[in-house]
């Protein structure tokens, strides 16, 4: 089973940017597909973005133009580009991978979690 490790979390202010990573223990050619989640106080954990095989992404209609998922095999990582962060994008980010992919996403694997924070 893969471990995953996320990084990149923080406190910045509005309309800034942040890069979350999420490096995996080893050889990522196996993952079919690499999901963001995350969850605020009091709310339930929501799919940010995805990213599977030959690089097609989605995005939750809340982050569309702002957030970028990518991944880079080599690193054995995948990464989320924040832009433009707003208050409400505050919340504990999560990473996730897997091997097959179904409707809904079946996950291998979850990181333990980053905070990031969006405060003036």
């Known amino acids: 089973q893969v471990h995953l490790v996320e990084s990149g979390g923080g406190l910045v202010p509005p309309g800034g940017s942040l890069r979350l990573s999420c490096t995996a223990s080893?050889?990522?050619?196996?993952?079919?597909?690499f999901g963001w989640y995350r969850q605020a106080p009091g709310k339930q954990r929501e799919l940010v973005s995805t990213?599977?095989?030959?690089?097609?992404?989605y995005y939750t209609d809340s982050v569309k133009g702002r957030f970028t998922i990518s991944r880079d095999n080599a690193e054995k990582s995948v990464f989320l580009q924040m832009n433009s962060l707003k208050p409400e994008d505050t919340a504990v980010y999560y990473c996730?991978?897997?091997?097959?992919?179904?409707?809904?996403?079946?996950?291998?694997?979850w990181g333990q979690g980053t905070q990031v924070t969006v405060s003036s």
């Open positions: 080893e050889s990522i050619f196996s993952i079919n597909i």
């Open positions: 996730a991978a897997g091997r097959s992919i179904t409707t809904p996403p079946h996950w291998d694997s």
């Open positions: 990213i599977i095989n030959f690089g097609i992404t």
